[in-house]
T-cell receptor, first 112, second 115 residues
Framework: KQEVTQIPAALSVPEGENLVLNCSFTDSAIYNLQWFRQDPGKGLTSLLLIQSSQREQTSGRLNASLDKSSGRSTLYIAASQPGDSATYLCAPEEGATNKLIFGTGTLLAVQP | EAGVAQSPRYKIIEKRQSVAFWCNPISGHATLYWYQQILGQGPKLLIQFQNNGVVDDSQLPKDRFSAERLKGVDSTLKIQPAKLEDSAVYLC?????????????FGPGTRLTVL
C-alpha cells in the first residue's frame, strides 16, 4: 500500500525567501507525480505534473523534481509571496487510470 | 469554461441520518472522481467513474456509501446512515479522459458535519 509523507507539516517564512517542500513515497512503481495547491474553503488546483520519464518540471517560480528510485519529490518555490500561502499536496499516481494517492500536505504561510 | 460544481457547500446532520451530495463535472469530461478529505489529511479516493461505469470503488464503504453517475454526466454521492467519522469535506473532480497525465479539476467541496 502506497504511503505518502510530506515534510514539514507546516512552514512559515518571510516574503522573498526561497523554500523547499519535501514529499516521500514508499512504492516507487508510480506512473507520474503531481503537486497541488489547496486554498481554505476551495478545491485543489494542479500546479505541476512530472511524468515518470522526467526528472523535473518548471512553471514560473515553481520547480518540482522527482527521483523515483529513492521515492522522493521536492517542490521548490522561488522568491515566495504572501499569495503563495496555502496547503501544498503531492500525489503520486498509481496505475494507468489516473488514481492519485495524496500526502497529508504542507501548510505554508508567507509573511509580508 | 465553467468549473466543477458541487452542492450543497455545507451540511450538518445527526448521526444515523442520510445525506446526499451532488456534482456537475466540466462539460465533456468523461471521468468523475469523489474524494473524502478528513481534517488534517490529504484527499482519499472513494470512487472513480468513466462515463457512467465504475473504474475503482475499492475504498468506498459500501455498507453505507453509494454513488451513481446519471447518463455519464452529473453524479450523486449518498451516505446512509451517517456516522460521526464521516465528518469530512467531500470533493468532486473531473478529467477529460481519465488516462495517465490527465489533469484533474476539483470542485470547492461539500463540508459535512455529523453530530
Amino acid at each position: 500500500k502506497q504511503e505518502v509523507t510530506q515534510i514539514p507539516a507546516a512552514l512559515s517564512v518571510p516574503e522573498g525567501e526561497n523554500l523547499v517542500l519535501n514529499c516521500s513515497f514508499t512504492d516507487s512503481a508510480i506512473y507520474n507525480l503531481q503537486w497541488f495547491r489547496q486554498d481554505p474553503g476551495k478545491g485543489l488546483t494542479s500546479l505541476l505534473l512530472i511524468q515518470s520519464s522526467q526528472r523535473e518540471q518548471t512553471s514560473g517560480r515553481l520547480n518540482a523534481s522527482l527521483d523515483k528510485s529513492s521515492g522522493r519529490s521536492t517542490l521548490y518555490i522561488a522568491a515566495s509571496q504572501p499569495g503563495d500561502s496555502a496547503t501544498y499536496l503531492c500525489a503520486p499516481e498509481e496505475g494507468a487510470t489516473n488514481k492519485l494517492i495524496f500526502g497529508t500536505g504542507t501548510l505554508l504561510a508567507v509573511q509580508p | 469554461e465553467a468549473g466543477v460544481a458541487q452542492s450543497p457547500r455545507y451540511k450538518i446532520i445527526e448521526k444515523r441520518q442520510s445525506v446526499a451530495f451532488w456534482c456537475n463535472p466540466i462539460s465533456g469530461h468523461a471521468t468523475l472522481y469523489w474524494y473524502q478529505q478528513i481534517l488534517g489529511q490529504g484527499p482519499k479516493l472513494l470512487i472513480q467513474f468513466q462515463n457512467n461505469g465504475v473504474v475503482d470503488d475499492s475504498q468506498l464503504p459500501k455498507d453505507r456509501f453509494s454513488a451513481e453517475r446519471l447518463k455519464g454526466v452529473d453524479s450523486t454521492l449518498k451516505i446512509q446512515p451517517a456516522k460521526l467519522e464521516d465528518s469530512a469535506v467531500y470533493l468532486c473532480a473531473s478529467s477529460l479522459t481519465g488516462f495517465s497525465t490527465d489533469t484533474q479539476y476539483f470542485g470547492p467541496g461539500t463540508r459535512l458535519t455529523v453530530l
